[in-house]
């Protein structure tokens, strides 16, 4: 491998890990909402309490989305240091 460049193969592997660490991370994240919102709807649970259990499971649902793009972007970068 040129240390200086990048070939094409390399730039599609890394623009397609990409796309799978933002759908992973959509996906995971609608999850983490869904368990809130299931919670909200399996409990019937109104007023000041729902919207603060929706709000808790967005923020969920956001910080697993974040972690899942940085988790898999991590590990690509490492196995491609490592030349696999």
Known sequence: MDMGRESRWE??????EIVFALVSAALLGAAVFAVSFGAVLVFDVTGPARDRTLTGGALLGAAAGVWRVVRVLRRFDAERRKGH
């Open 11 to 16: 730039k599609d592997a890394m623009t397609v």
